[in-house]
């Protein structure tokens, strides 16, 4: 049965390591739901997270080809409640909708989004959330027939343990 897997893998910060990782799903014919490359907070060291529907027994053998990749230090595959996980999202609502009674205005605290950007033609607002609370926010202003765009960041994670644990590496240890 397909549900929601997210691969997160550290890695050296090269060239060519995303293309690399990216082939290792489209041999699979694995859809990306959700691709992220950042930074971590040691030098040098970059994590994907990588957001895909498929089976538990597909997703072992894509990580364990992941693993294989050169320049991977550590990957491992996660359902969404196994991580502390985010997304942002930015909605363009149409500004002629925010006379009829404040109802946008009403709906955007109710939900927990802001406003950043205010135009005479458009409304911009930003929800942070989880991938449910999101969409909830998207349905509920097209159902008003005032979302004019919509965009989300995709999962953004923390893992619940420490970077040096999930890195094998000692608190101690002289680099």
Do not use: C, W
């Not at 930074?39 to 072992?60: D, L, N, P, R």
């Not at 409640?81 to 149409?94: G, H, M, V």
């Not at 005479?120 to 449910?132: D, F, I, L, N, S």
């Amino acid at each position: 049965m397909n549900k929601e897997y997210i691969i997160v893998a550290f890695t050296e910060n090269q060239v060519g390591v995303l293309n690399r990782i990216t082939i290792a799903y489209l041999r699979r014919k694995i859809n990306i739901e959700s691709l992220k490359v950042s930074e971590t907070s040691m030098k040098g060291i970059s994590m994907f997270v990588i957001s895909a529907f498929t089976t538990e027994e597909t997703i072992q053998k894509l990580t364990r080809a992941i693993r294989n990749i050169v320049e991977v230090i550590q990957v491992s595959y996660y359902t969404s409640d196994e991580l502390i996980t985010q997304e942002i999202a930015l909605y363009k609502i149409s500004s002629k909708f925010f006379g009829e009674g404040g109802r946008i205005d009403a709906i955007s605290r109710e939900l927990g989004a802001r406003m950043i950007e205010i135009s005479p033609g458009y409304v911009v607002m930003e929800k942070t959330g989880t991938r449910e609370e999101i969409e909830q926010l998207r349905d509920r202003l097209e159902r008003q027939g005032v979302l004019l765009e919509f965009t989300r960041s995709g999962s953004v994670v923390l893992h619940r343990d420490s970077l040096d644990n999930i890195l094998g590496l000692e608190s101690g240890e002289e680099e």
